[in-house]
């Protein structure tokens, strides 16, 4: 029986979905943290569960090849990178046998996984920056990234994974509030005033969002910060207030005020400029979000001219990207998205690309995919479905089989879910392509397009 601070020399057999080292000691299989395939270690016995139990290294007795020196001083507390300890073509290799493991868990057989696609420079590649806030020891206001599995925050001025101009405005907010006194949220009282600074870059415009959630209506000395930031970057084109009052781990509340610009930014991705609202989803890694869609683009299958019959719908459309990228492709694309935000930038964004030929809908896909269905008495091809995490709801994938659609292209950013719903989507369609994309370099995070044909 293993019991906790039991020691062993195990061999790691492989990584697991959060990158972890994976050994088996009696039959019981052990998660242990920065632990590589192939590496024997010694290790001591942390917690045991039921049917699992987790460890650490104490040693390294046989390293792996793929093992560096992570260059993060935060790494081994930090819960943004778990990889920096591997080399990242490495990563890569980890992150396919990832969505290879979950594919073959739901549909119980082997599926051909393209290698994943890395980026040439995996560094300051996020166009987001999203800090809670909150006190150090020193009870002095403070911003970071969370410590794996924990609400507390590590101090963080400078990070590897982050756009270096939004860190360096967050840090220039952060010694704001320092010297004029705001207060940090409590998440235990619930006192206080900021609780996030949130910070989104457009890489090719260079135009920045700030967004700082508060759980006041007034943010102490507002202007004078307006002023301080505006003035010292000019790159900075909107700055908004979200107010956040409930006790909770959702970052954005539902009200916005602008205090500063117009109210958005834009950005390019490939030859289509894009309007973004603080609410708004956009994708965190631009290089790779090129990438990313126009892989998906690439399986429409026909060319410009000859698909223009087809009819496309883009669901979970979030400011419209996806569908404007397909939409020459199509005689008409429909989207669908539930942030109202979002839809008056896809609109907008349809607008400024001139792309007469799409529509959006604002609304859960769940009910409002088979209304426009019914209303519009649609006979759609394609469908691109990009949902969140938690991926497609039942009923949304017995819409889906109604509609006896040629092709199914789903982008997903987390496997498990997606190979759930392809396990349920294979009623009627053969998944034929599954290409990763590395949009999170040096996490256990990976996006993925798959594409399913109709049986
Ligand atoms: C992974 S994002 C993809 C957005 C977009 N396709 C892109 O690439 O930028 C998922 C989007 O689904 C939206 N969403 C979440 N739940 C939804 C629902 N039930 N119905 C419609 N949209 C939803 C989110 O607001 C978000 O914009």
């Given at each position: ?343 008056e930038n896809a609109k907008e964004n349809a607008k400024i690309n001139n792309v007469e030929n799409i529509e ?96």
């Open positions: 029986m293993l019991k906790k601070n039991d020691e062993y020399i195990v061999e790691i057999i492989d990584n697991g979905f959060q990158g972890e080292g994976i050994a088996k000691i009696d039959g019981i299989t052990v998660f242990i943290n920065e632990a590589i395939k192939g590496e024997k270690i010694k290790i001591k016995i942390l917690k045991v569960l039921k049917n699992f139990a987790y460890g650490k290294i104490i040693e390294i007795l046989e390293s792996s090849k793929a093992r560096k020196t992570p260059d993060c001083n935060t790494y081994s507390r930090c819960g943004g990178c778990n990889l920096r300890h591997i080399e990242y073509n490495e990563t890569l290799k980890i992150k396919k046998a990832i969505v290879e493991n979950c594919l073959y868990k739901e549909l119980k057989k082997e599926i051909k996984v393209e290698d994943v696609i890395g980026m040439k420079e995996p560094i300051y590649y996020r166009n987001k920056l999203q800090y809670p806030v909150g006190v150090d020891k020193d009870n002095k206001i403070t911003m970071g990234v969370y410590s794996a599995r924990t609400h507390s925050i590590i101090p963080t001025q400078k990070c590897y994974i982050q756009n270096e101009l939004c860190q360096e405005i967050a840090n220039d907010i952060l010694e704001f509030a320092r010297a004029h006194n705001v207060s940090a949220y409590n998440e235990e009282t619930l006192k206080g005033t900021l609780r996030h600074i949130i910070i989104r870059i457009g890489v090719k415009t260079g135009e920045v969002l700030v967004t700082l959630v508060l759980n006041d209506n007034n943010l102490k000395d507002e202007a004078k910060l307006t002023d301080y930031l505006t003035i010292k970057h000019p790159n900075i084109k909107t700055i908004a207030k979200n107010f956040n009052k409930k006790n909770t781990n959702v970052i954005l509340g539902d009200k916005t005020e602008i205090i500063y610009g117009p109210g958005f930014i834009y950005d390019i991705l490939g030859e289509y400029k894009f309007k973004i609202s603080p609410l708004s989803f956009y994708q965190v890694n631009p290089i790779q979000t090129e990438i990313l869609y126009n892989t998906a683009v690439q399986h429409v299958g026909a060319g410009p001219v000859s698909a223009r019959n087809d009819i496309a719908l883009d669901l979970y459309c979030g400011i419209g990207t996806i569908g404007i990228f397909a939409s020459k492709y199509f005689k008409k694309v429909y989207g669908i998205e539930i942030i109202e935000q979002a839809i959006f809908y604002a609304g859960d896909v769940e009910k409002v995919l088979p209304e426009i269905i019914k209303k519009e008495n649609l006979k759609p091809n394609i469908i691109f479905v990009d949902p969140p995490r938690k991926g497609l709801d039942k009923n949304t994938i017995e819409t889906i089989l109604n509609l006896n659609l040629e092709k199914i292209i789903y982008i997903s950013c987390n496997p498990a879910t997606l190979a759930r719903d392809i396990a349920m989507l294979e009623e009627k369609y053969d998944l034929k392509e599954v290409q990763p994309v590395d949009m999170f370099p040096w996490t256990s995070h990976v996006e993925c397009v798959t594409v399913l044909y109709l049986k």
